[in-house]
């Protein structure tokens, strides 16, 4: 079983930054390939990034050159490096933690790019 909290979130002007954290519990952390996924009103859920267990990362074509995914697999944790921030970007942004057939979600945290 993992747990995964994700925290960071905030409003933030066009062209600013943020930095989003996931913080996972249980065990087999670094096994995971753990992602990055948002939802904006009355859109569906879409990937954002990814890394592997093998830090291989992945990007949407729309953040890519602007967002950066890592992990810190002593601390269990996942974090999105957010710049040149968008109005299109605002979004509840969820964690996902998957290794096989086990797949968990984060609860979201609200980015909001307004001036």
């Known amino acids: 079983q993992m747990q995964l909290v994700e925290s960071g979130g905030g409003l933030v002007q066009p062209g600013g930054s943020l930095r989003l954290s996931c913080a996972a519990s249980?065990?087999?952390?670094?096994?995971?390939?753990m992602g990055w996924y948002r939802q904006a009103p009355g859109k569906q859920r879409e990937w954002v990034a990814s890394?592997?267990?093998?830090?291989?990362?992945n990007y949407a074509d729309s953040v890519k050159g602007r967002f950066t995914i890592s992990r810190d697999n002593a601390k269990k944790m996942v974090y999105l490096q957010m710049n040149t921030l968008k109005p299109e970007d605002t979004a509840v942004y969820y964690c996902?933690?998957?290794?096989?057939?086990?797949?968990?979600w984060g609860q979201g945290t609200q980015v909001t790019v307004s001036s």
């Open positions: 996902r933690g998957s290794l096989s057939d086990l797949d968990y």
């Open positions: 249980g065990s087999m952390f670094s096994l995971f390939t």
């Open positions: 890394i592997a267990l093998n830090s291989i990362t």
